[in-house]
């Protein structure tokens, strides 16, 4: 893995896409909640890491560019007559944070790698939404958001690697799409974006 891409170990179930089909209002409620979330954790990186400067500025563009999805996605939700419910949580994201290691030499690593995995998953299944979805409006809608997730991954990537050596990063970013793909092998399939 030398390039700024890579694959998941274990693709989506495409029964996840008839779920997500099943219950749209739920998926808009948890995609709004994922794009809020990820405009924070963005915002959390940089009061975290303020002397790192190409990852504060990464940061600060990323949680501006998410928080603009998650004001897109509201629109869908209050066109459709829908209002905000509490935020669930995420089990995968909850499972996929605890592969994080705390010591201070693998933190802002693990981080930045859970965090690239979890833009990646996103990049497949926002694509496999948009090839399924009956609105011509919602596909473009959804390959956009596809190709943001994609170059939110890569940045995650090239983070790892500017702040730690290519051999670190390419054994710990396998080793954790390892455990990503057993994660998603064992959890349920819900009208969520994870």
């Known amino acids: 893995m030398s390039e700024t891409t890579y694959e998941l170990a274990s693709q989506t179930d495409p029964a996840w896409v008839d779920v997500v089909l099943g219950d749209f209002d739920r998926f808009l409620m948890d995609h709004a909640a994922c794009e809020r979330k990820a405009s924070a954790l963005a915002m959390s990186l ?3 890491y303020p002397d790192r400067p190409a990852l504060v500025t990464a940061m600060t563009d990323l949680a501006v560019e998410e928080l603009a999805h998650f004001r897109e996605v509201m629109k869908h939700i209050v066109t459709r007559g829908l209002v905000m419910v509490p935020d669930e949580k995420d ?16 933190y802002l690593l693990d981080r ?4 690239s995995i979890v833009e990646r998953r996103g990049t497949e299944r926002f694509a496999l939404l948009a090839r399924s979805l009956p609105n011509a409006g919602m596909r473009d809608f ?18 790892a ?9 390419e054994e710990r970013l ?3 799409l390892e455990a990503e793909a057993a994660i998603v092998r064992e959890l349920p399939l819900r009208p969520a974006v994870h």
């Open 46 to 48: 940089v009061a975290h």
């Open 161 to 169: 690697r500017e702040y730690f050596d290519a051999q670190t990063v």
């Open 112 to 115: 930045l790698l859970v965090f």
């Open 174 to 176: 396998k080793q954790l």
């Open 142 to 159: 959804y390959d956009r958001l596809a190709r943001a997730e994609a170059r939110h991954y890569a940045m995650f990537l090239d983070l």
């Open 91 to 106: 089990p995968y994201v909850n499972r996929l944070r605890k592969h994080i290691r705390g010591q201070p030499d693998h």
